[in-house]
């Protein structure tokens, strides 16, 4: 992120954040007045309502006591419920429905003592009916109120209902007797637009703004259809009544849920929110606006100091960062003034080092291979100056069988020395006996000690290389074979093989074991290291420069060793048909 980009996102954030604070504070508290007012109000509408519901019961009672007085003086509704007679048969059946009219209920039934209901003013037809649960269950409800479901020649309907009982002669009568509940007096109860009464009961439901509803199940209302009576923007509270379930014939649960709708509230709520949206996205603007240009101010020479920074290379210190600022940015550019004169002397000095180090890494090389060839034709002398000391005769013969040895160790030096004059040991590949190389590094180290060299070599082992490089790399490993014996007595053995390589291509394996001291598990991690040795006088680069030259020829090279038991190092070079 660039430092324009983070200048932009700080200063944004220090704009947008206390506003959209600010904006989400005042639309919760907002909020939270508004609904706690709305629930006070939804609160209030319940408390009225049951007080409604209470002088609505207390009126059906009034009547109640008006229909039992007057049902107790007429002789004609004696005569006809007590005395069965015929004559006034008619008079009983329309009794109920004169009495409900007068009275002003919209369900007026009389029954005997067994249940059979004598007069019905709702439903003229219902004589002979019987119906006994209805006023024990009325009897039973806490306040002797409850809605009940009345039946009528259209269709049933809802109403608020209590009973009374007279008694006349030697029968006891009850009166069963209600108001309708329907859209309009749920309407009359939720007084304002914006506040809606719904009624949910076992098997439909009803509310001040709908018609009655009814589900061809009976459906105990609980939580969930009471909260699917409402809008889900809503404030709801719930009024419990009993309701007598008549196809059942038992007492449940009827509620009426007063639901405050949140229209204004949310249309408030989304005025806020746009008027908010829009001071975000002005504010938003400026602060763009505001941030470009000051980033332009602050980032230019920022800007104009890095592409500087950028160009300084090692081959390339010569750029000038001289400012006359007085700032951070001109302190900054001075600074990198000074680092850049460092790194120009600093340079000259790392060119030094490195022509001293390449140099002395060079004479640490030739050294070490001059010497491993200086070592067989420092054998031979030595083994001519014993004959010639002990046996002077035998001196023509032993040089003349010597003599191929110290050719062969002169023609290597000299090879060695070609190579170096070109700074740079470039080898020069050809199909090379590995075999052969083998038997000459043998036969040049072969008397030197008391050391025993075992040859198992192959039929064929040609490999596509520098015969130079294979040589300095069997000479190092025999003679650090050879060192690892420690003058004791024990052999060192050389064998060569053809092992498969990838793609079935065979590959060319040497390997030079030893009976020596072994090795470590931490040595053999670091035998390939350069300057790592464990002898007293070594140089630590010989088996640096056996794996270097291994790899130049494109193969591969790894230890195994245990300690007190010897060490074993194979070598996998490509064979000459595969190159």
């Given at each position: 992120?660039?430092?324009?980009t983070?200048?932009?996102?700080?200063f944004?954030l220090?704009?947008?954040?206390?506003?959209?604070?600010?904006a989400?504070?005042?639309?919760?508290?907002?909020?939270d007045?508004l609904?706690?007012q709305?629930?006070?109000?939804?609160?209030?509408?319940?408390?009225?309502?049951?007080?409604?519901?209470?002088?609505?019961?207390?009126a059906?009672?009034t009547?109640?006591?008006?229909?039992?007085?007057?049902v107790?003086?007429?002789?004609?509704?004696?005569?006809?419920?007590?005395?069965?007679?015929?004559?006034?048969?008619?008079?009983?059946?329309?009794?109920?429905?004169?009495?409900?009219?007068?009275?002003?209920?919209?369900?007026?039934?009389?029954?005997?003592?067994?249940?059979?209901?004598?007069?019905?003013?709702?439903f003229?037809?219902?004589?002979?009916?019987?119906?006994?649960?209805?006023p024990?269950?009325?009897?039973?409800?806490?306040?002797?109120i409850?809605?009940?479901?009345?039946?009528?020649?259209?269709?049933?309907?809802?109403a608020?209902?209590?009973?009374d009982?007279f008694?006349?002669?030697?029968?006891?009568?009850?009166?069963?007797?209600?108001?309708?509940?329907?859209?309009r007096?749920l309407?009359?109860?939720?007084?304002?637009?914006?506040?809606?009464?719904?009624?949910v009961?076992?098997?439909?439901?009803?509310?001040?703004?709908?018609d009655?509803?009814?589900?061809?199940?009976?459906?105990q209302?609980?939580?969930?259809?009471?909260?699917?009576?409402?809008?889900?923007?809503?404030?709801?509270?719930?009024?419990?009544?009993?309701?007598?379930?008549s196809k059942?014939?038992?007492?449940?649960l009827?509620q009426?849920?007063?639901?405050?709708r949140?229209?204004?509230l949310?249309?408030?709520?989304?005025?806020?929110?746009?008027?908010?949206?829009?001071?975000?996205?002005a504010?938003?603007?400026?602060?763009?606006?505001?941030v470009?240009?000051?980033?332009?101010?602050?980032?230019r020479?920022?800007?104009?100091?890095?592409?500087?920074?950028?160009?300084?290379?090692?081959?390339?210190?010569?750029?000038?960062?001289?400012?006359?600022?007085k700032?951070?940015?001109?302190?900054?550019?001075?600074l990198?003034?000074a680092?850049?004169?460092?790194?120009?002397?600093?340079?000259?000095?790392?060119?030094?080092a490195?022509?001293?180090?390449?140099?002395?890494?060079?004479?640490?090389?030739?050294?070490?291979?001059?010497?491993?060839?200086?070592?067989?034709?420092r054998?031979?002398?030595?083994?001519?100056?014993?004959?010639a000391r002990?046996?002077?005769?035998?001196?023509?013969?032993?040089?003349?069988?010597?003599?191929?040895?110290l050719d062969?160790?002169?023609?290597?030096?000299?090879?060695?020395?070609?190579?170096?004059?070109?700074?740079?040991p470039?080898?020069?590949?050809?199909?090379?006996?590995?075999?052969d190389?083998?038997q000459?590094?043998?036969?040049?180290?072969?008397?030197?000690?008391q050391?025993?060299?075992?040859?198992?070599?192959?039929?064929?082992?040609?490999?596509?290389?520098?015969?130079?490089?294979?040589r300095?790399?069997?000479?190092?490993l025999?003679?650090?074979?050879?060192?690892?014996?420690?003058?004791?007595?024990?052999?060192?053995?050389?064998?060569t093989?053809?092992?498969?390589?990838?793609?079935?291509r065979?590959?060319?394996?040497?390997?030079?074991?030893?009976?020596?001291?072994?090795?470590?598990?931490?040595?053999?991690a670091k035998?390939?290291?350069?300057?790592?040795?464990?002898?007293?006088n070594?140089?630590?680069?010989g088996?640096?420069?056996?794996?270097r030259?291994?790899?130049?020829?494109?193969?591969?090279?790894?230890?195994?060793?245990?300690?007190?038991?010897?060490?074993?190092f194979?070598?996998?070079?490509p064979?000459?048909?595969?190159?």
């Amino acid at each position: 992120m660039t430092f324009r980009t983070r200048l932009l996102v700080t200063f944004l954030l220090a704009v947008l954040l206390p506003l959209i604070a600010l904006a989400l504070f005042v639309r919760d508290e907002m909020t939270d007045r508004l609904t706690a007012q709305y629930e006070r109000r939804v609160e209030s509408l319940v408390a009225v309502i049951e007080e409604d519901l209470a002088q609505e019961s207390e009126a059906i009672s009034t009547s109640l006591a008006v229909i039992r007085k007057a049902v107790v003086d007429d002789n004609r509704f004696r005569r006809a419920a007590v005395d069965r007679a015929q004559e006034e048969r008619r008079y009983l059946l329309d009794y109920a429905g004169n009495a409900m009219q007068l009275t002003g209920l919209s369900m007026l039934q009389i029954q005997d003592e067994a249940g059979r209901i004598i007069s019905s003013g709702h439903f003229r037809n219902e004589y002979d009916r019987m119906e006994p649960e209805l006023p024990t269950l009325l009897a039973s409800t806490p306040e002797g109120i409850a809605l009940v479901q009345a039946r009528a020649p259209d269709a049933p309907f809802l109403a608020l209902a209590r009973a009374d009982s007279f008694q006349m002669g030697n029968k006891r009568f009850t009166i069963v007797a209600g108001l309708r509940v329907e859209r309009r007096f749920l309407a009359r109860l939720a007084r304002e637009a914006e506040l809606t009464v719904a009624l949910v009961y076992p098997g439909g439901m009803l509310t001040s703004g709908m018609d009655r509803s009814e589900s061809g199940d009976d459906v105990q209302p609980g939580v969930e259809t009471l909260r699917d009576a409402a809008p889900a923007s809503a404030i709801a509270r719930e009024l419990s009544v009993p309701f007598i379930d008549s196809k059942r014939g038992e007492l449940a649960l009827a509620q009426f849920r007063v639901t405050h709708r949140l229209t204004e509230l949310e249309a408030l709520r989304g005025s806020i929110d746009r008027w908010f949206l829009v001071a975000v996205a002005a504010a938003g603007i400026l602060a763009v606006m505001l941030v470009g240009w000051l980033a332009s101010r602050i980032s230019r020479p920022l800007v104009e100091l890095a592409d500087k920074t950028s160009r300084i290379d090692l081959d390339r210190l010569d750029i000038d960062f001289e400012t006359r600022r007085k700032d951070e940015i001109g302190s900054l550019s001075r600074l990198l003034g000074a680092m850049t004169e460092r790194l120009r002397a600093s340079a000259v000095r790392i060119k030094d080092a490195e022509r001293r180090a390449t140099l002395g890494e060079l004479a640490r090389q030739v050294n070490h291979d001059i010497k491993n060839g200086l070592t067989p034709i420092r054998n031979v002398f030595r083994h001519l100056i014993e004959l010639a000391r002990s046996n002077p005769k035998q001196l023509p013969d032993v040089f003349e069988e010597r003599q191929s040895t110290l050719d062969s160790s002169i023609s290597y030096l000299e090879d060695l020395a070609s190579n170096y004059a070109r700074l740079y040991p470039r080898s020069e590949n050809r199909p090379c006996d590995v075999n052969d190389v083998v038997q000459r590094v043998a036969t040049d180290l072969r008397g030197s000690s008391q050391v025993d060299l075992l040859m198992n070599l192959s039929n064929k082992a040609v490999v596509l290389g520098d015969p130079v490089s294979l040589r300095r790399v069997l000479e190092n490993l025999v003679n650090n074979a050879i060192d690892s014996l420690e003058s004791r007595p024990g052999n060192v053995a050389i064998s060569t093989e053809l092992v498969a390589g990838e793609a079935d291509r065979p590959r060319v394996r040497i390997t030079v074991a030893d009976t020596g001291i072994g090795m470590s598990a931490d040595q053999q991690a670091k035998v390939f290291d350069d300057f790592y040795t464990t002898k007293d006088n070594g140089s630590g680069l010989g088996l640096s420069i056996v794996r270097r030259l291994v790899m130049d020829l494109d193969g591969s090279i790894h230890v195994e060793s245990e300690e007190g038991k010897g060490s074993r190092f194979i070598i996998d070079l490509p064979g000459a048909g595969t190159a």
